[in-house]
């Protein structure tokens, strides 16, 4: 099998297996970890994701996000 071949079957795998997720873990209202469940003020659920840091902040900077 070409290398572009093995390449292109990983990016599909990738792409078809989307963000990890936890399951059986109930929803964070802080965001500790990238893509874990979290849950929005407004109520729905959401999931963690990077932003950009405040100063005097320490990385990682997470903010929970509307799924869809």
Request: aromatic share 2%; with cysteine; glycine share 8%.
């Amino acid at each position: 099998m070409s290398l572009r071949r093995v390449a292109s079957v990983l990016l599909l795998g990738f792409l078809a297996t989307g963000c990890p997720e936890v399951r059986g873990v109930a929803p964070t209202s802080e965001c500790k970890q990238a893509y874990e469940k979290c849950k929005l003020s407004e109520g729905p659920l959401g999931v963690c994701d990077r932003r950009v840091c405040k100063v005097g902040e320490t990385e990682p900077c997470l903010v929970c996000v509307s799924q869809h």
